[in-house]
């Protein structure tokens, strides 16, 4: 498993995000064209039937299969870099850090503008928490974590 000092996984924040994004807005993408094929068949069922322009909705199916790979092989590109994602819809990315001789995760969510939580792989996102100078003395000094 790849791990991460702060400051190589700070650096990192700027590709993850526009990856996350990508991932992120194929997702609602794919979503909404969903819901559209949900609703055109529920009209068809309801109204016993319909003419329905079959070229023009198998369009739209492969449109949706298209943004659904794009979303699996954006995941899959974070996921090479050594970075998990942990929640796409709420933007949740972990970094692993070896730390004390424990890998721990340094925690960051969509919005925030740097890294400033960590936790412990058994406590999750409930147990996030602040930075401290063991990381910022590690990082300034050029070392990696222990």
């Not at 702060?6 to 064209?33: C, F, G």
């Not at 068949?41 to 949706?64: C, D, N, P, Q």
């Amino acid at each position: 498993m790849k791990t991460f000092t702060l400051d190589e996984a700070q650096s990192l924040l700027p590709v993850v995000e526009v990856l996350l994004a990508r991932a992120t807005e194929s997702r609602q993408s794919a979503e909404a064209i969903e819901a559209e094929l949900s609703e055109l068949s529920r009209r068809i069922f309801l109204s016993g039937g319909m003419h329905v322009e079959v070229g023009k909705v198998a369009a739209r199916r492969v449109e949706m299969d298209k943004l659904i790979e794009r979303v699996r092989e954006t995941v899959a590109e974070i996921d090479s870099i050594g970075v998990q994602v942990k929640d796409l819809d709420g933007g949740l990315l972990d970094f692993p850090c070896r730390m004390d001789d424990e890998v721990i995760l340094l925690c960051w969510r969509r919005g925030e503008s740097a890294i400033e939580h960590w936790h412990t792989v058994e406590a999750g996102f409930g147990g996030r928490q602040p930075i401290d100078d063991r990381f910022r003395r590690r990082s300034a000094s050029g070392g990696r974590p222990n």
